[in-house]
């Protein structure tokens, strides 16, 4: 069983910066990527990375986050800079592999993260 450990999270003033992080049990993690839900909101994607590196990140957060792995530790960190009050959300970790031919979701348990204005 794959367990997720986030840590980071709290509260800042907008336009501060925050850096989440994520360590995964186990190995050969296939799209690793941070989501959030905000409250009254449905969960959304925030910024995922392929095994390669490929990145994707949702509109809102382009040119202020930064997602990255550390393939050889199983890590993947999110660098959130010139954060907004709408920023504010519980932030989940999720990770996913094939094992037995099926992709596996794995999420963590969520860290808070509040922007004030």
């Known amino acids: 069983q794959v367990q997720l450990a986030e840590s980071g999270g709290g509260r800042v003033q907008a336009g501060g910066s925050m850096r989440l992080s994520c360590a995964a049990s186990?190995?050969?993690?296939?799209?690793m990527g941070w989501y959030r839900q905000a409250p009254g909101r449905h969960r959304e994607v925030v910024a995922t990375?392929?095994?390669?590196?490929?990145?994707y990140y949702v509109e809102s957060v382009k040119g202020r986050f930064t997602i990255s792995r550390d393939n050889a530790k199983n890590t993947v960190d999110l660098l959130m800079n010139s954060l907004k009050a709408e920023d504010t959300a519980v932030y989940y970790c999720?990770?996913?592999?094939?094992?037995?031919?099926?992709?596996?979701?794995?999420w963590g348990e969520g860290t808070q993260v509040t922007v004030s204005s």
């Open positions: 186990g190995s050969r993690f296939d799209l």
């Open positions: 990375i392929s095994s390669e590196g490929i990145t």
């Open positions: 999720k990770v996913d592999r094939w094992a037995a031919g099926r992709k596996m979701d794995y």
